[in-house]
């Protein structure tokens, strides 16, 4: 059974990683594991998730965090961050930082993005916030803006329960949104899936022509057609 890793890159106490599979006759669900266990929601360590792809089938990770890198980069944005910012809505431009602003955080990735390419079939880098924003219902995309400020309520809660539920034919349990970080891996994780099994659904990012790395840098972006 093939897996597809979804991984929110922190600190060495912040770092989350989410598992889906997909069975024929169950369908895409989340796999316990990672940062899902029997008794709630735990950071990893980047030990655990490098085990976790060495022990399994896993056809594509995706990262919260920069991968790629250009020496002719001198503030820290690189093409396809700007493209994204340029997507966004001006009031959450600011999502998308310059990997200058991140401190290790782009290091942590890239060590483990070297560390697990043996195993894995593919190693994305993704933006799950945005990802989510593009994802939700136009009503609905202040969703991506509060989770991570002031948590959700329960009536949304159960929106994105339902929306999941819908649209990817993915039960989640209510307890996984009261959680941004492990949020945040879950939507990287869906990446992943979508990236193998339907690419058209993601906007590719431009990118630079002589970048270092892991990629491409990919987001959920329904509303770009890949022909444009």
Known sequence: MFSYLGVDLGGASNTWGVVLRELPEKGLFLEKGLSLKEKGLVAVSLEEILAFVRGN??????MDAPLHFSLKIAKG???SDLTLRELLPKEYRRWVLSYHALMGIPLRGYLLAQKLSPYCGAI???????SLYFMLPE??????HKYKREGLVQEEKRFLQTYFQKNFSLDLPLYVFENGDFLDALVCALVSYLYI??????????QEE???????????YSGFSPSA
Request: glycine content about 4%.
């Open 57 to 62: 089938r896993v056809l594509a990770t995706s």
């Open 77 to 79: 944005f690189r093409r």
């Open 124 to 130: 994305l880098e993704t933006h799950p916030r945005a």
């Open 139 to 144: 009503e609905k995309k202040y969703l991506a």
């Open 197 to 206: 099994k339907n690419p058209e659904s993601l906007f590719f990012l431009p």
């Open 210 to 220: 002589d970048l270092t790395g892991f990629g491409p840098f990919v987001i959920y």
